[in-house]
């Protein structure tokens, strides 16, 4: 769709388009890092306004002061939106690294995480590299950005209002961190806590042997093991996942039009 270029259309869309980009990036996984710098961002933001402006729709309004600060923080929560849905995944991934830090005997070793920049578990920041590698591997940033263009269409930038109860589908949505988390964790929780329990045993009938010593090594080795071996099933998985966190945020965003 082509664009009248004058002032005030370019204006329109700077504020449309530009609040809706930056409230994608500011969730968003891999560009959203606080490792990428801010002009680096701002450049990205200001790219992707250049390209869209031509072929997105950005109605011209006449509307007072009041209700163009409305209407923008309504465009930057959309983005904000599409941005958290698929930073859920990775806050599962981390969710799943610590719980299985505390199982395997890691819990102690922490290292700075680029995501956070704060000092994280050493499983937590392992399990996030690997899942955002998938999401590159697997095109994922390409799929934001279709599902970014595709919004200005069936929700006009303008015409939506994020209302309570949709903020509450966000965050009953957000509870299935705690779900995605042990699904992710499972394979090897179940091993380790199989390992707990015949060494229970093993000390328990012979009390001299050294369990205590040996049983945390055991654990981390097996679970090593494990964790390895269900790798192979994670670009499927997660990819699966990806998509329903983009149908997910695309039917809430539906839901937000008048």
Not at 56 to 84: D, K, T
Not at 101 to 127: E, I, K, N, W
Not at 138 to 143: G, R
Request: hydrophobic share 60%; charged share 5%.
């Amino acid at each position: 769709m082509n664009q009248p270029f004058t002032l005030d259309s370019v204006l329109v869309a700077a504020v449309f388009i530009g609040l809706r980009v930056s409230g994608l990036l500011l969730f968003a996984p891999g560009l959203g890092n606080n490792a990428v710098p801010a002009r680096a961002k701002a450049g990205f933001v200001v790219l992707l306004v250049i390209l869209l402006w031509p072929v997105v729709p950005v109605p011209r309004m006449q509307v007072s002061a009041l209700l163009w600060i409305g209407i923008a923080l309504n465009e930057l929560l959309i983005g904000v939106v599409v941005g958290l849905f698929l930073n859920f995944i990775f806050d599962a991934a981390q969710f799943a690294g610590q719980v299985l830090g505390m199982q395997m005997g890691f819990s102690l070793v922490t290292m700075l995480d680029p995501q956070t920049q704060a000092d994280s578990a050493v499983l937590s920041v392992f399990y996030q590299t690997i899942v955002l590698l998938i999401f590159f591997a697997l095109d994922v940033h390409h799929w934001i950005l279709r599902a970014l263009v595709s919004s200005f269409y069936y929700l006009p930038a303008g015409h939506s209002v994020l209302t309570f109860a949709r903020v509450q589908s966000l965050l009953h949505t957000a509870s299935a961190i705690w779900v995605l988390g042990l699904q992710i964790a499972a394979p090897v929780l179940i091993a380790t806590v199989i390992a707990d329990f015949v060494l229970a045993f093993i000390g328990k009938a012979s009390p001299q042997l050294p369990v205590l010593l040996v049983g945390l090594s055991i654990k981390s080795v097996l679970g090593m093991l494990v964790m390895i071996a269900t790798m192979a099933a994670w670009p499927r998985y997660f990819s699966l996942q990806f998509a329903n966190a983009i149908r997910w945020s695309e039917q809430t965003l539906r839901l937000t039009s008048y």
